[in-house]
């Protein structure tokens, strides 16, 4: 019989401390609620694989490498294959450098061991389990937020369709709520495992930390008997929270409490098994950085668009072009974990809904799903189209530094990924 294990630690910063996700230094003066890193464990056979959600920005490749050394280290599970991703909060702590804002390399030095020993916990925790996986539709959570307009570009947040000169909203979304559950023989609950693609960006300009919708989950789904939730985002890059067809917008209080009860409607239909058999992969792709122009650089390129502060563009562009010229390429990993009929395919990006949504068709006749912001981070990852009209995602810079074909090279390495999994 297979096994599952769950842990959590508290990873909430302190305060005084700076915020990342609005480009901008924002002083962390209160906490509305805890940060965790929340870990799930599966082994069948002779196989192990976990996967690591840490309520962040983002994950730094360095940081992600550390922490499977010290998990494989300690005998837990091959450092290979783990998955740690990043919920993408915009209220959380500097894990890097954005434009003004400056990595906080101690908050690191205090997280990295912190989440080690919650993988240690959960491997700890290990027991005997039957795994079930179903998906439910979700349509009015979250909005393709790139509005198409009469004069050839893009916009991104702002106006949206209420732009005067709007004509179509440039994408679709990705609606699935895919849930992994676990529980004991009895039927008592060990915890989910909850797929589904959507910036958290509430309360991103205030000088608060709170884990936005993924902790609003958490706790609802743990209200409800189901004392552990890892949320993995899908292909967000182009997403944002909300319903522009509804006159008042979702919080992230009913962002989170609606996940929950998709996750128990999809949880109604399931099927549990005893045995599941378990797979890992993984590449790394090296990734072409931007062909740049003066006007690229400068932020004048017809459709570019420079938000919060436009200065904090020119301020970051020295140390970025000397990045490009000595790098030449950016690494980038992608990797895939299975569990019986269902692939979680990992992404270091801000990965474009349209990309993402190729990938799961990829996996068939597996069910495919899609994991971003993990192990690592290279920033906006748009589909080749998307650069034609501009918007806030393709306009260069240090989240925005990539050439238009790097989407296409991650698809083509998740797709030879997941081959051998399809069979």
């Given at each position: 019989m297979m096994q599952a294990g769950f842990a959590k630690v508290d990873i909430t910063p302190v305060l005084g401390g700076q915020k990342i996700g609005w480009i901008t230094p924002i002083p962390i003066a209160s906490i509305a609620d805890p940060l965790y890193a929340r870990v799930a464990v599966f082994v069948s056979g002779e196989e192990r694989l976990g996967f690591v959600q840490l309520d962040t920005l983002s994950v730094r490749w360095s940081t992600v490498q550390e922490i499977r050394r010290q998990v494989e280290a300690a005998g837990g599970l091959p450092g290979r294959n783990l998955m740690v991703a990043a919920t993408h909060n915009h209220s959380g702590p500097a894990v890097a450098t954005v434009c003004d804002v400056a990595r906080d390399d101690a908050y690191l030095a205090w997280m990295i061991p912190r989440v080690t020993a919650a993988v240690g916990a959960a491997v700890a925790a290990l027991e005997a389990a039957e795994i079930g996986f179903a998906a439910v539709p979700e349509f009015g959570l979250t909005h393709n937020r790139r509005t198409a307009l009469r004069d050839g570009t893009t916009t991104t947040h702002g106006l949206g369709f209420r732009h005067p000169l709007a004509l179509y909203v440039e994408g679709p979304i990705d609606p699935e709520v895919a849930v992994l559950a676990a529980r004991r023989p009895d039927g008592?609950?060990?915890?989910?495992?909850?797929?589904?693609?959507?910036?958290?960006?509430?309360?991103?300009?205030?000088?608060?930390?709170?884990?936005?919708?993924?902790?609003?989950?958490?706790?609802?789904?743990?209200?409800?008997?189901?004392?552990?939730?890892?949320?993995?985002?899908?292909?967000?890059?182009?997403?944002?929270?909300?319903?522009?067809?509804?006159?008042?917008?979702?919080?992230?209080?009913?962002?989170?409490?609606?996940?929950?009860?998709?996750?128990?409607?999809?949880?109604?239909?399931?099927?549990?098994?005893?045995?599941?058999?378990?797979?890992?992969?993984?590449?790394?792709?090296?990734?072409?950085?931007?062909?740049?122009?003066?006007?690229?650089?400068?932020?004048?390129?017809?459709?570019?668009?420079?938000?919060?502060?436009?200065?904090?563009?020119?301020?970051?562009?020295?140390?970025?072009?000397?990045?490009?010229?000595?790098?030449?390429?950016?690494?980038?990993?992608?990797?895939?974990?299975?569990?019986?009929?269902?692939?979680?395919?990992?992404?270091?990006?801000?990965?474009?809904?349209?990309?993402?949504?190729?990938?799961?068709?990829?996996?068939?006749?597996?069910?495919?799903?899609?994991?971003?912001?993990?192990?690592?981070?290279?920033?906006?990852?748009?589909?080749?189209?998307?650069?034609?009209?501009?918007?806030?995602?393709?306009?260069?810079?240090?989240?925005?530094?990539?050439?238009?074909?790097?989407?296409?090279?991650?698809?083509?390495?998740?797709?030879?990924?997941?081959?051998?999994?399809?069979?």
């Open positions: 008592a609950w060990l915890g989910v495992v909850l797929n589904f693609a959507c910036h958290p960006v509430h309360r991103g300009g205030e000088p608060v930390v709170t884990a936005g919708f993924p902790g609003v989950l958490a706790a609802a789904l743990a209200e409800r008997g189901c004392p552990q939730c890892v949320f993995l985002n899908g292909a967000c890059g182009n997403l944002s929270p909300g319903d522009p067809q509804q006159p008042v917008q979702p919080s992230m209080e009913d962002i989170g409490r609606r996940l929950a009860e998709d996750a128990f409607k999809a949880i109604e239909t399931m099927t549990f098994q005893a045995e599941v058999s378990l797979g890992a992969r993984q590449v790394t792709v090296q990734l072409p950085y931007r062909q740049l122009s003066d006007d690229e650089i400068r932020g004048t390129v017809c459709g570019a668009q420079r938000f919060v502060d436009p200065t904090a563009y020119d301020r970051a562009m020295p140390a970025l072009l000397e990045r490009i010229r000595s790098r030449g390429t950016q690494p980038a990993e992608v990797q895939v974990l299975r569990l019986g009929d269902v692939t979680y395919t990992s992404v270091p990006a801000e990965l474009f809904v349209q990309l993402g949504l190729r990938i799961k068709e990829a996996a068939y006749p597996r069910h495919g799903l899609v994991v971003t912001h993990a192990n690592g981070m290279v920033g906006y990852v748009p589909h080749q189209e998307a650069f034609a009209r501009g918007g806030y995602e393709t306009t260069f810079g240090p989240a925005w530094r990539l050439a238009p074909d790097a989407g296409e090279l991650l698809v083509a390495a998740a797709t030879d990924l997941l081959q051998p999994f399809r069979t």
